[in-house]
C-alpha cells in the first residue's frame, strides 16, 4: 500500500523578496502558511502548504480584525506587537509590523507558541526588504536571531561544527547557559568557531538552532 504524499498547492503569483523569510519562518515554527499582508487586506506574499485562495482569505480576515482592534479604546494597543489566537481546527498568529502590515501565521490545531527567535528573524528581514521602520516594540528587544545549520552530537546534542562561509567550520564550547536562562527543552552554548568568531547557540524544540548577532548570509538555512 502507498503513502499519500501531501503535495504543495501550485502558487498563484511569483515569490517575491519576501518568499525566503516567509518560508524560513513557516519551517522554523512548523506552521501551515505564513503570509506578509498590507493595510488594506491584501497578501503580499505567502507560503506554506495551503491552497493560496485560503492563505490569502485568512490574511484578509486577520488583517480587519487588527484594523477594527487598533480603533479599540479597550486594548492597549500601541504595546501589542503579538496576538495569538486557538480555534478549533487551526490556530493563528498575528505579528504587528509598522504602517499597518502584519504577518499572519496559520498553526495546527494546539500548536500556537510561536518561536521569539524566529520571528525576530523574520521581522528584522521583512522590514528590512520592505523599507519599513522596525517597530518600537521589536526594538525594545534588543536582540537578532539567526536560523543556522548545526552538526551536533547525536548523544549530547552538543554543537560540534557550524556552517559558515559555504563550509563547516568546527566550534569549541565556552560555557552552557543554565535550564532557568533558556525556555522549555531548549539548550544554550557559548561557543568560538573555528575562524575565530564568538557567538550563543541556542537548540530550540524539533532541533532547531540560532546564532545570536550573525550576519553571514551563507549560514541561513
Not at 515554527?29 to 497578501?43: C, F, I, K, N, Y
Not at 548545526?150 to 561544527?161: F, I, S, W, Y
Not at 563547516?168 to 568560538?192: F, K, M, N, P, T
Request: proline residues 4%; charged residues 30%.
Amino acid at each position: 500500500m502507498r503513502s499519500k504524499q501531501k503535495r504543495t498547492p501550485a502558487r498563484d503569483q511569483s515569490p517575491s523578496g519576501f518568499n525566503p523569510a516567509l518560508e524560513r519562518l513557516c519551517k522554523s515554527v512548523a506552521g501551515l502558511s505564513a503570509a506578509l499582508v498590507d493595510p488594506e487586506g491584501e497578501t503580499v506574499d505567502y507560503a506554506g502548504c495551503l491552497d493560496p485562495f485560503e492563505i490569502k482569505v485568512a490574511a484578509a480576515e486577520w488583517s480587519l480584525i487588527v484594523r477594527t482592534l487598533g480603533g479599540s479604546r479597550v486594548l492597549d494597543w500601541e504595546n501589542t506587537s503579538e496576538m495569538c489566537f486557538r480555534g478549533k481546527h487551526r490556530s493563528f498568529a498575528v505579528v504587528l509590523l509598522s504602517q499597518g502590515y502584519a504577518l499572519v501565521v496559520e498553526m495546527p490545531t494546539y500548536s500556537l507558541c510561536l518561536s521569539r527567535r524566529a520571528v525576530i528573524q523574520a521581522v528584522h528581514e521583512i522590514t528590512t526588504e520592505a523599507g519599513l521602520d522596525l517597530p518600537e516594540t521589536w526594538k525594545a528587544m534588543r536582540e537578532r536571531w539567526t536560523h543556522v545549520a548545526v552538526m551536533a552530537d547525536r548523544r549530547l546534542r552538543r554543537p560540534e561544527a557550524i556552517w559558515r562561509a559555504q563550509e563547516w567550520q568546527s566550534v569549541s564550547i565556552l560555557g552552557r547557559y543554565r535550564r532557568d536562562q533558556l525556555g522549555r527543552a531548549e539548550s544554550g552554548y557559548r561557543v568560538r568557531i573555528a575562524d575565530g568568531k564568538e557567538t550563543t547557540l541556542v537548540r530550540e524544540p524539533l532541533n532547531h538552532w540560532y546564532a545570536e548577532e550573525w550576519s553571514d548570509s551563507d549560514a541561513q538555512i
